[in-house]
């Protein structure tokens, strides 16, 4: 099982982001996938959830409205789209596959002037 995200990078307060997760080793149409972030000194928090045909997502109340989980089988792909970006949402962000317990490496998301 391998979980490689990408997409993370330094951006001003009110820009976008989109991160990436390709996921392998597994039959990626049939799960659950979470985007989960940490921030330093905080604890691991989830993101957003979106179901295993992309219909039901759920999402943080502090990200909700901003961000967007979306997934693409045919590229057993995850994606977070990021906009309005707010300083607080400064983080590492994880790829996690809930029913596998596995988790990417994580990709730095920072938002700063």
């Known amino acids: 099982v391998q979980l490689v995200e990408s997409g993370g990078g330094l951006v001003q307060p009110g820009g976008s982001l989109r991160l990436s997760c390709v996921a392998s080793g597994f039959t990626f149409s049939g799960y659950v996938m979470s985007w989960y972030r940490q921030a330093p000194g905080k604890e691991r928090e989830l993101v957003a959830e979106?179901?295993?045909?992309?219909?039901?997502?759920t999402y943080a109340d502090s990200v909700k409205g901003r961000f967007t989980i979306s997934r693409d089988n045919a590229k057993n792909t995850v994606y977070l789209q990021m906009n309005s970006l707010k300083p607080e949402d400064t983080a590492v962000y994880y790829c996690?596959?809930?029913?596998?317990?596995?988790w990417g490496q994580g990709t730095q998301v920072t938002v700063s002037s």
């Open positions: 979106i179901g295993a045909v992309g219909v039901m997502k």
């Open positions: 996690y596959a809930p029913r596998l317990n596995f």
